[in-house]
């Protein structure tokens, strides 16, 4: 969800000793959080999606003041932020993300004596989040990764975003007061302000994972930090994605309208500050498509944009796109200038190339424009598609969209459309659109780089605790000194793999 990097431009600063003080806490509640039942974990979290759903009117009356955003998107965010901290409750208490294996001794192994080997998954240790602006709930103070890091058993430090300070500080008293009165230990959430504040806590040896969702530059630069420490640690970034949607030949002739009023919704929704805004269209040369995307795009009104240095900044990034060779001006967006707010507003600005004016300029056409704009590129062949498709860095998202009842040739060409679709990304739509992710344990809200710096994790799901927890074997270990979750008794009842001795004769002789 990439956004410009406004954590470069704050004032208010925690200090050193206020830092020391906040991650010795979170050090010191590390063992205590850990030792917590799945049970209790859950019950602590399930504390805290009730806490916020009851000051939902305060929260969303703050940050409507601070960023614009309308009431319902606010009320979705927080409603989404609950159930979010629901589901990872509901993961805890079925146990599946200890991923316990347990291999019991074989004299006979089939390459030599086998021990008994126990292995199941355990909390990394303190993490930093830094939170986004453009979601200040879902993304943010208790956003998916405040809520991911502590069902994994972690306690976290949250950088907060300058763009809604006010939300930010109301929710962080929020979660601080529910977590207490849960009974959860005192330390395993505290939030920091300031630039130099979270560079200094992504450098201490006391924090063992972080976490970012925001622009490209500033994830790099954060990323770097973390690779350079003496003791590398891993981090998690969500930075830019364009998000190509390719609208195949019987598509577009099959459903001009929808198609048209879908992308139009799409990548103007919420000002096209949406980390899944499709950034990039895909049609036929000369389709009716491209004209009904332009009368629809000019009727959408103007939207604030969330602040005065995103807005600085899509309006440097448009102008460069418009400079560019091969670019022409479908939708000419207007600047509705500042309110008291300080912020403006933009009206969509859509543009047209050809897929040889992309190829050739790249550089600057294949990265994300953060806000309400988006390029309609005519292809000549599927060729051509394939091509930009393989050109392009890693996304979040790639749409298809695909005929009714496509015919033998035609499925052919989609799978591999379908193919070179998949490698670039970390989730594939079909018929439909990528904003709005769905928030379900199947979710993969990730992708290649620069789409994430973690590819093999999502941010959004279940899975997302994965980023957090780290594997740990136990050989030969008398019963006693035994994590409860590997013991023979299994006293937490949680689900595991047993391999039986003799389960590996076949092993030696399998053919396939």
């Known amino acids: 969800m990439s956004v410009v990097h406004e954590h470069l431009n704050e004032s208010a600063e925690t ?22 039942t799945p049970t209790q974990r859950a019950r602590v979290l399930v504390a805290l999606a009730d806490a916020l759903s009851a000051h939902v009117d305060s929260l969303v009356a703050v940050a409507g003041e601070e960023t614009g955003l309308p009431e319902a998107r606010l009320r979705g965010e927080v409603s989404r932020t609950s159930v979010q901290l629901r589901m990872f409750a509901e993961e805890l208490l079925a146990g599946r993300f200890l991923d316990v294996v347990i291999d019991l001794p074989d004299p006979q192994f089939v390459l030599g004596p086998r021990p008994d080997l126990r292995r199941y998954q355990v909390p990394v240790g303190p993490v930093l989040v830094f939170a986004a602006s453009n979601f200040p709930f879902a993304f943010s103070v208790a956003g998916t990764d405040t809520a991911s890091a502590l069902a994994a058993g972690c306690p976290v430090i949250l950088k907060a975003h300058p763009g809604h300070p006010r939300t930010s500080a109301m929710t962080a008293d929020i979660v601080t007061a529910a977590l207490a009165a849960a009974g959860a230990p005192a330390g395993i959430f505290a939030m920091i302000t300031g630039v130099d504040a979270g560079v200094r806590a992504l450098q201490d040896p006391r924090v063992a994972a972080a976490a970012f969702t925001g622009s490209v530059p500033g994830g790099r630069a954060l990323f770097d930090i973390a690779s350079a420490r003496k003791c590398p640690i891993p981090f998690y970034g969500e930075l830019g994605s364009l998000n190509p949607a390719v609208i195949t030949s019987g598509a577009a002739a099959e459903r001009t309208e929808d198609i048209a009023a879908g992308f139009v919704g799409s990548f103007t929704l919420g000002a096209g500050q949406f980390c899944t805004k499709p950034g990039l269209l895909l049609v036929p040369h000369g389709s009716a498509l491209v004209a009904r995307i332009a009368e629809l795009a000019a009727e959408v009104p103007a939207a604030r944009m969330l602040t005065a240095k995103i807005a600085q900044g899509f309006r440097s990034r ?41 190829l050739e300029h790249a550089e600057v056409l294949l990265e994300e424009t953060f806000g309400p704009t988006a390029i309609v590129v005519e292809y000549a062949s599927v060729a051509e598609v394939h091509e930009i498709l393989s050109r392009l860095d890693g996304a979040l998202t790639v749409t298809v969209h695909t005929p009714a009842n496509p015919d033998a040739a035609e499925r052919q060409e989609l799978r591999g459309l379908i193919r070179v679709a998949a490698a670039r990304t970390g989730r594939v739509v079909f018929n439909g659109w990528p904003t709005g992710v769905a928030v379900t344990p199947a979710q993969n809200h990730g992708g290649p780089y620069p789409a994430t710096t973690a590819i093999a994790h999502t941010s959004v799901g279940t899975s997302a605790m994965n980023r957090f927890l780290r594997p740990i074997a136990y050989q030969d270990a008398p019963t006693e000194l035994l994590p409860e979750q590997l013991q023979d008794a299994n006293p937490m009842g949680v689900p595991r793999r047993t391999h039986e001795a003799g389960q590996s004769q076949s092993w030696g002789q399998a053919a396939f």
């Open 15 to 36: 200090t050193d000793h206020e830092l020391d003080r906040v991650l010795d806490a979170a050090v010191a509640a590390a063992s205590a959080w850990e030792d917590q």
């Open 318 to 358: 448009l102008d460069d796109v418009r400079r560019v060779d091969g670019v022409d001006v479908l939708v000419d967006g207007a600047e509705v200038p500042a309110g008291e707010d300080g912020v403006p507003s933009f009206s969509p600005t859509l543009l047209r190339t050809n897929a040889t004016a992309l």
